[in-house]
């Protein structure tokens, strides 16, 4: 291990507890943070596989501590780390319990970095609701949506329109999501999704949820019952999530579809696409979207990180006969809160 590198992958693990904090989950802070010490060259090689990660181990890059704390986390959801189980239960992370489970589990542990860590976070879905409804609105009559979602892991967000939310914010609601709400509430527009498709690079396998789930921090319930509540709506509701990379797929995917707003969207992936992949999107939309007309709309929403701490920006183009763009607000991450504040770009 180099010592360059080593620091460099520190540094990840302690900024990315205080992003765990930010966002709620004590727990995981405290397991990323001891992660980040506890780990030394020798200890075996998923330590030597962390330790000398090429590239950017932050979560800018490679999101190696989420990496990590996600591959611990499906061996407590698997029964292999009964102890550390018994230990998360109490809010506790011990080192020596966080190294014994990577010692005992070191084979697919290392399979578990292989991968990004893929939540394919539906409390996310209550800022789509919003963005939907607002563009629809902008139209000279509301139409039924077409989706197209890039970055779509499993697709749970595919299933957007479905999905109940409380506006005001009460947990104690029976809708899926009832995010803390800042500002003038979205226009009340039924939604209807005729169309959906997405793609993802590695779609994530609805059938197997130890995949999404060990990603879900595990002081952070109420994520988890919206996770599985998608995932049992999904059983019974579909979608179809291609393999490939985004703007492949988009460039050979309808986005004029006569009688429907057809929507393309992200939630935190945009990152994740290589420069070139990101410039063919942009080019390929407004290119399309040149072409769109009030019978064949289309729209872009972004939901993704930005130069300005604290959650993600909320971004819509519209092209309808004519383009235009609307910073729509900021959303927390993991859809706790959001706040709604749509101006003209």
């Known amino acids: 291990m180099s010592a360059g590198r080593g620091e460099a992958v520190r540094t990840a693990f302690a900024a990315q507890a205080r992003s765990c904090r930010d966002l709620g989950s004590e727990l995981t802070a405290r397991i990323v943070e001891t992660l980040g010490t506890a780990l030394q060259p020798g200890q075996g090689a998923v330590a030597r596989r962390v330790l000398d990660w090429p590239g950017d181990p932050s979560s800018r890059g490679a999101s190696v501590p989420l990496r990590l704390a996600g591959a611990i986390h499906a061996q407590v959801l698997q029964d292999r780390a009964p102890a550390l189980a018994a230990a998360y239960a109490q809010g506790e992370a011990p080192a020596a319990l966080l190294l014994e489970t990577i010692a005992g589990q070191e084979a697919d542990i290392l399979t578990w970095l292989d991968r990004a860590p893929q939540t394919n976070e539906v409390g996310r879905a209550a800022a789509l609701i919003a963005g939907a409804r607002f563009a629809l609105a902008q139209l000279d009559h509301p139409l039924p949506l077409a ?24 947990v104690d609601s029976s809708a899926l999501f009832t995010p803390d709400w800042r500002g003038a509430l979205p226009p009340d527009i039924p939604l209807a999704a005729p169309d959906r498709r997405g793609v993802d690079l590695a779609p994530v396998d609805r059938g197997d949820p130890i995949r999404l789930r060990a990603y879900v921090w595990p002081d952070q319930p109420r994520r988890l019952a919206r996770l599985d509540a998608a995932l049992a709506h999904a059983r019974t509701h579909p979608v179809l999530v291609d393999q490939g990379d985004a703007a492949d797929w988009l460039e050979g995917t309808a986005l004029a579809n006569p009688g429907l707003l057809t929507l393309v969207y992200h939630t935190i992936a945009h990152q994740y696409f290589p420069p070139e992949t990101q410039s063919r999107i942009a080019r390929h939309m407004a290119a399309t979207g040149a072409a769109a007309t009030t019978e064949t709309p289309l729209a872009r929403l972004g939901m993704e990180a930005d130069s300005i701490p604290g959650g993600a920006a909320l971004v819509l183009d519209l092209w309808d006969g004519r383009h ?19 101006r003209p770009a």
Request: charged content about 25%; glycine content about 12%; cysteine-free.
């Open 147 to 170: 989706l197209r979602e890039l970055g779509a892991s499993a697709g749970l967000n595919l299933n957007f329109p479905d999905y109940s939310i409380d506006f005001n914010g009460k």
């Open 324 to 342: 235009r763009r609307w910073h729509l607000g900021r959303a927390d991450f993991h859809g706790r809160w959001i706040d709604w504040s749509p």
